[in-house]
C-alpha cells in the first residue's frame, strides 16, 4: 500500500464520527401533515385588477380594457404595498404642519360649470331700421348714439322719387274707380316702407307727399346710427339700430371637458368684476352646436333679465352654470385633490401618522366637492391641508416609489434616513 492509501485508512473514523454528529443536529423538520395542527386560510382576496394598469380595479373577476384576464390582489399584498408607498411622520412635525383631513363620503352633487362670458344684446329685442328704394335723409329727428326713443317715434324724414311716383299711382288708381288696380297700388306703398297710417293721411290730403316718415319699431336705445341730414341711402345701409335693454344674453366660453354637462335651461349665476358683491340669475338658453376648433370651447347662450340695466353689453365676468341633482356619488373636498398635467391625486391618511399618495380618477364637481370615480372608497381619510408638501415627497409615475427601504434611500452611520421634514420614509 502506497501512503495516500494508508492516509485515507487513518481518517475513517474521524468521518464516521462526524456523519453520526450532524445526523443528530441537522434533521429536517417534518412537514405538518394535513389536518394536524393549526389550519392554514385562505388568502383573502381585496379586488381584482389590470395587470397593465395597477389602476383599473374591479369588485370581482373580469377582463381589463386590453382584454387581460383581471388578477386578484390580497390583503397581504396589499398592506406589502402600503408598507412601501407610504411615508411615516412624527406626531410633532404633523402637528406643526397642520395637516387637515376629510373623509369620502357620498353626497348628492349637482352639476356645476364655470365658465368666463361677456354680456351681449339680446337679438330677439333689436332692430334694425333700412329703406327700401334709394332717397335722401330730409331731416333727422334722433341726434345721437345712446338716445333713447318709443315705439312710433320719428326717426328721419325721407324723400325718394319711387315712393313719390307711387303715391300718385296710387291716388289715380282710386280716382279711376278700380279696386283691383286700387289695392295693387296700396301692396306697392307698403312694400316701400310706408306705413299704414300714412296711406289713410294720403287719402285724406289726396295729394302726394314730398316726403314719408320712418318711424322707430321698438322702444329702446339708439346703439348705432349712420345717418346724417342731407345724406344719401341705399336698401343695404344699416341707418339706425335699436336694442332694448331689459333683458341681455351673455356668451359663455366653456371648456371642452364640460360640454356635455350643459343643456339648456339649466340654472345660472352670473358675477362681473366691474359690480362686486352683486350676483345675478339668469339660465340657459341656448347651447351651440359647433366647438371652437382654436380654443376648444363651446358657446353657451344665458339670458338675463336685466330691468335696471346694470348689465351692459360687452361687459365681462364669471357664470356658474349648475344642473339638476343627481344620485349620490362618492365626493373629497375640492382642496384635497391634487392635480397635475399628467394626473390626479390625493393622500389618503393611513392613520398614525403614516400617509399614502394615490392616483385617483375625478369626474363632475362643484365650488366644493369633486365626485372621485375611482381610487378611493368611502370612509377612506384624505389630506385637505398640507397636501402638497406630502405630496412632493412622491413620484409622478408612482406612489412615494423613491422613498422605499433605508438601504436604497440611504443610511448614515447605521441610523435609518430621516428627511429635514422629519418624516421616516417606510
Given at each position: 500500500?502506497?501512503?495516500?492509501t494508508l492516509?485515507w485508512?487513518?481518517?475513517l473514523?474521524?468521518?464516521?464520527?462526524l456523519g453520526?454528529w450532524l445526523?443528530g443536529?441537522?434533521?429536517?423538520?417534518p412537514t405538518?401533515?394535513p389536518g394536524e395542527?393549526?389550519e392554514?386560510s385562505e388568502p383573502q382576496?381585496?379586488?381584482?385588477?389590470a395587470?397593465?394598469d395597477?389602476q383599473y380595479r374591479?369588485?370581482k373577476?373580469?377582463?381589463?380594457p386590453?382584454?387581460?384576464?383581471?388578477?386578484?390582489?390580497?390583503?397581504?399584498e396589499e398592506?406589502?404595498a402600503?408598507?412601501?408607498?407610504s411615508?411615516?411622520?412624527?406626531?410633532?412635525v404633523?402637528?406643526?404642519?397642520g395637516?387637515r383631513?376629510?373623509v369620502?363620503?357620498f353626497?348628492?352633487?349637482?352639476?356645476?360649470?364655470?365658465?368666463?362670458a361677456?354680456v351681449?344684446?339680446?337679438?330677439n329685442?333689436?332692430?334694425?331700421?333700412?329703406?327700401?328704394?334709394?332717397?335722401?335723409?330730409e331731416?333727422?329727428a334722433?341726434?345721437?348714439v345712446?338716445?333713447r326713443?318709443?315705439k312710433g317715434?320719428?326717426?328721419f324724414e325721407f324723400?325718394a322719387?319711387e315712393i313719390?311716383?307711387?303715391?300718385?299711382?296710387y291716388?289715380?288708381a282710386?280716382?279711376r274707380?278700380e279696386e283691383?288696380?286700387r289695392?295693387?297700388?296700396?301692396?306697392?306703398l307698403?312694400?316701400l316702407?310706408?306705413l299704414e297710417?300714412d296711406?289713410?293721411?294720403l287719402?285724406q290730403?289726396?295729394?302726394?307727399?314730398q316726403?314719408?316718415?320712418v318711424?322707430?319699431a321698438q322702444?329702446g336705445?339708439?346703439?348705432?346710427?349712420h345717418?346724417?341730414?342731407?345724406m344719401y341711402?341705399?336698401?343695404?345701409?344699416d341707418v339706425?339700430?335699436l336694442?332694448?335693454?331689459s333683458s341681455?344674453?351673455?356668451?359663455?366660453?366653456v371648456f371642452e371637458v364640460h360640454?356635455?354637462?350643459?343643456?339648456?335651461?339649466q340654472?345660472a349665476?352670473?358675477?362681473?368684476?366691474s359690480?362686486?358683491?352683486?350676483?345675478?340669475s339668469?339660465?340657459?338658453?341656448?347651447v351651440?352646436?359647433v366647438?371652437?376648433?382654436e380654443?376648444?370651447?363651446?358657446?353657451?347662450r344665458?339670458s338675463?333679465?336685466?330691468?335696471?340695466?346694470?348689465?351692459?353689453?360687452?361687459m365681462y365676468?364669471t357664470?356658474?352654470i349648475?344642473g339638476?341633482?343627481t344620485e349620490?356619488v362618492?365626493?373629497?373636498?375640492r382642496d384635497?385633490?391634487?392635480?397635475?398635467?399628467?394626473?390626479?391625486?390625493?393622500i389618503?391618511?393611513?392613520?398614525?401618522g403614516q400617509?399614502?399618495?394615490?392616483?385617483?380618477?375625478?369626474g363632475?364637481?362643484n365650488?366644493?366637492?369633486v365626485?372621485?370615480?375611482e381610487?378611493l372608497?368611502?370612509?377612506?381619510?384624505?389630506?385637505?391641508?398640507?397636501?402638497?408638501?406630502?405630496d412632493?415627497e412622491a413620484?409622478?409615475?408612482a406612489?412615494l416609489?423613491?422613498?422605499?427601504?433605508?438601504?436604497?434611500?440611504?443610511?448614515?452611520?447605521?441610523?435609518p434616513?430621516?428627511?429635514?421634514a422629519?418624516m421616516?420614509?417606510d
Open positions: 500500500m502506497n501512503k495516500m492516509a485508512l487513518a481518517a473514523p474521524t468521518v464516521f464520527l453520526y445526523n443536529h441537522l434533521a429536517v423538520t405538518t401533515p395542527g393549526a392554514e382576496v381585496l379586488y381584482w385588477v395587470p397593465m395597477p374591479r369588485d373577476p373580469g377582463k381589463s386590453m382584454g387581460m384576464d383581471l388578477v386578484p390582489v390580497y390583503a397581504s398592506a406589502a402600503a408598507d412601501v408607498d411615508i411615516h411622520i412624527n406626531p410633532a404633523e402637528n406643526n404642519l395637516v383631513t376629510s369620502a363620503e353626497r348628492v352633487l349637482p352639476e356645476t360649470v364655470q365658465a368666463t361677456h351681449a344684446f339680446d337679438e329685442r333689436q332692430s334694425h331700421v333700412h329703406v327700401r328704394t334709394p332717397g335722401w335723409i331731416s333727422l334722433v341726434e345721437y345712446g338716445e326713443v318709443k317715434q320719428l326717426l324723400y322719387p313719390v311716383n307711387a303715391q300718385k299711382e291716388l289715380h282710386r280716382g274707380g283691383s288696380i289695392r295693387a297700388a296700396r301692396e306697392k307698403i312694400t316702407g310706408v297710417e296711406i289713410e293721411q287719402d290730403r289726396g295729394t302726394a307727399a316726403t314719408i316718415r318711424r322707430a322702444d336705445v339708439v346703439v348705432a346710427m345717418a346724417r341730414e342731407g341711402l341705399k336698401p343695404e345701409m339706425f339700430s336694442a332694448e335693454l341681455v344674453w351673455m356668451i359663455a366660453d360640454a356635455d354637462a350643459v343643456r339648456p335651461g340654472k349665476e352670473a358675477r362681473l368684476k359690480l362686486p358683491g352683486d350676483g345675478f339668469g339660465a340657459v338658453d341656448y351651440y352646436p366647438l371652437d376648433p380654443t376648444r370651447t363651446l358657446r353657451v344665458l338675463f333679465a336685466n330691468p335696471d340695466e346694470r348689465l351692459k353689453p360687452n365676468g357664470v356658474t349648475t339638476g341633482e349620490a362618492l365626493v373629497i373636498p384635497a385633490l391634487i392635480r397635475t398635467a399628467d394626473n390626479n391625486r390625493v389618503v391618511s393611513l392613520g398614525e400617509y399614502q399618495a394615490r392616483e385617483v380618477h375625478a363632475r364637481e365650488d366644493q366637492w365626485h372621485i370615480i381610487g372608497e368611502v370612509g377612506e381619510r384624505v389630506v385637505t391641508s398640507a397636501q402638497f408638501m406630502l412632493s413620484s409622478l409615475s406612489s416609489r423613491r422613498l422605499q427601504s433605508p438601504q436604497e434611500s440611504g443610511e448614515a452611520d447605521g441610523h434616513f430621516m428627511d429635514h422629519g421616516h420614509h
